[in-house]
């Protein structure tokens, strides 16, 4: 009788080396276990789980946030004095985590799936809590898993079981956006007129804000109006500029370094005209427009100046567009502190200008205005307790921001004839929800995008079916493969069948039981 020593031969399981090596570090067959996830562990996937729902809150908020980045921009601008694309080093994060916490998601899906131990690796606990994933993409990769556990079922009621949890739980989230109201779901006939566009500081995306080629590419836009911000010279000009210095949109420290921190109303006309207001356009690219550009319209741009109230209204009343302005007051040592109202008035008033398309906000002398200019369209660019406030006060226009009205105030204010405008409106399909909501008007810097929208867009919509679609058409694929792949295993010996079998036995019952092949002679 001879005795040979026991001889172990084990499946090459690849795909399970690579999913337990990268998640945690975990290659050699010894080193993984099937063991219980140890409660450490199990809270740790809790963290990670509590971490991705933040963060896709995270990501829904710059999602939705896309309107408003030069917003923000702005204000960084303001908090440190340069201007910059604050957004972009956030946006590239997020794209970065995506891909990462995905990947580490689906490992622990297949962990869980395949009966591995859970132990993730140091170096993903301390970078996975800071990343998301979305919860379709994630139910959508753990199709291979449970394609590849039907394929191999022998049983056809485990393979229904199986089949109808899964479906299930992928067609109700994609089932979820129908519980999520949305405006533009709505019958036709019930759409009201699309609404006007006004050019926010021109087509502040395409020429710098606020110059007359700004105000002249809004108007090639077949915007119905324009808005812009006024402040009054030192000695009683008004022109156009938004911030309250001239750095971020002027030459000023090249041309008046000493002065460069002054308040824009302490420059008298002389020393504004003498500033360019195009080259921080092309320099900074603020809307990653300016390689758009033609090389005619990049040199119109380089020339731009200061622009005054009396150029716009000029501009305005050729082309028979409305004029809406935010007046700022200047600062107590400024020579014009208490003739700003009048100063403005006069200029509006020798411009020629119809009154009619003139909206005026400033409430300071409100009444004294109107005696001498009755024609003017009297705006608020404050929320009242009601539209009847609003008419009391004889307001027939309001300006508010597009997030400071619902859709039953929308409807209010149309009900009591007061024109609403919502800024700043850039993005098509916020300018879709609004037009469904029954806005009259909005403000834009991107009135050149808002033109092709000639019909609502609602791209929430589009969106959950293009994800849908997608996901499905990739869960039907990894079904048909898995059957193909099942279908085409070549069938085992008896000896490999049963030492494939053995491999698969729990860690502690392979521990115990060693497969012995004993040879009798």
């Not at 998601?105 to 140091?122: E, T």
């Not at 109808?164 to 109201?181: E, H, K, R």
């Not at 000493?258 to 824009?264: G, V």
């Not at 009135?447 to 997608?470: A, H, N």
Request: glycine content about 4%; overall charge neutral.
């Amino acid at each position: 009788m001879v005795k040979h020593q026991p001889l172990q031969v084990y499946e090459r399981q690849l795909c399970l080396s690579c999913i337990t090596g990268i998640y945690g570090c975990r290659w050699k067959r010894y080193q993984r276990s099937q063991d219980d996830t140890t409660k450490w562990e199990l809270l740790w996937s809790f963290v990670l789980l509590f971490t991705f729902g933040l963060l896709l809150l995270w990501s829904y908020f710059w999602w939705e946030a896309h309107n408003d980045y030069s917003e923000y921009n702005w204000f960084l601008y303001n908090q440190s004095g340069e201007w910059r694309d604050g957004t972009a080093p956030i946006l590239a994060t997020t794209a970065a985590g995506f891909t990462y916490i995905a990947f580490l998601m689906v490992l622990a899906l297949c962990h869980v799936a395949l009966g591995q131990q859970l132990n993730l690796h140091w170096l993903h606990k301390a970078t996975g809590p800071f990343l998301h994933i979305g919860a379709i993409a994630a139910v959508t990769a753990l199709s291979w898993i449970v394609a590849g556990q039907v394929a191999r079922a022998n049983k056809t009621i485990f393979q229904v079981l199986v089949i109808l949890l899964y479906f299930s739980a992928l067609f109700a989230l994609y089932t979820v956006p129908l519980y999520i109201t949305s405006p533009c779901i709505m019958d036709p006939s019930n759409l009201k007129q699309r609404p006007d566009v006004i050019g926010h500081q021109g087509a502040a995306t395409l020429a710098p804000e606020n110059t007359m080629r700004s105000f002249q590419r809004a108007l090639q836009m077949n915007v119905t109006g324009l808005e812009t911000d006024v402040t009054i010279s030192s000695d009683g000009v008004p022109f156009l500029m938004h911030d309250n210095g001239l750095r971020r949109t002027t030459d000023v420290q090249k041309v008046f370094p000493e002065r460069q921190w002054d308040d824009a109303s302490l420059f008298n006309w002389t020393d504004l005209q003498q500033l360019n207001t195009g080259h921080w356009f092309l320099k900074d690219n603020p809307f990653g427009t300016v390689q758009t550009l033609s090389f005619r319209e990049k040199q119109l741009i380089g020339n731009q100046s200061v622009c005054s109230l009396e150029q716009l209204l000029k501009l305005a009343s050729f082309n028979k567009c409305t004029v809406v302005f935010k007046l700022r007051r200047p600062p107590p040592e400024h020579p014009r502190h208490y003739s700003w109202i009048n100063d403005t008035l006069q200029t509006v008033l020798k411009s020629g200008i119809l009154q009619s398309l003139v909206f005026w906000t400033p409430e300071e002398y409100r009444e004294e205005v109107r005696q001498m200019a009755p024609g003017f369209v009297q705006s608020s660019l404050v929320k009242a307790e009601s539209p009847q406030t609003l008419q009391r006060e004889g307001i027939s226009a309001i300006f508010l921001r597009y997030n400071q009205a619902n859709t039953r105030e929308i409807r209010d204010f149309s009900q009591q004839n007061i024109n609403l405008t919502l800024y700043t409106v850039n993005e098509p399909w916020l300018y879709s929800v609004l037009w469904c909501s029954g806005v009259p008007s909005v403000s834009s810097e991107a009135p050149q995008i808002l033109k092709k929208c000639l019909t609502p867009f609602d791209e929430y919509t589009v969106l959950w079916v293009s994800v849908d679609l997608v996901s499905l058409a990739i869960v039907i694929a990894i079904f048909i493969l898995q059957k193909y792949r099942s279908s085409g295993i070549h069938s085992y010996n008896p000896e490999q069948i049963m030492l494939s079998a053995a491999v698969r036995r729990t860690s502690r019952d392979v521990n115990v039981m060693k497969e012995k092949l004993i040879f009798s002679g």
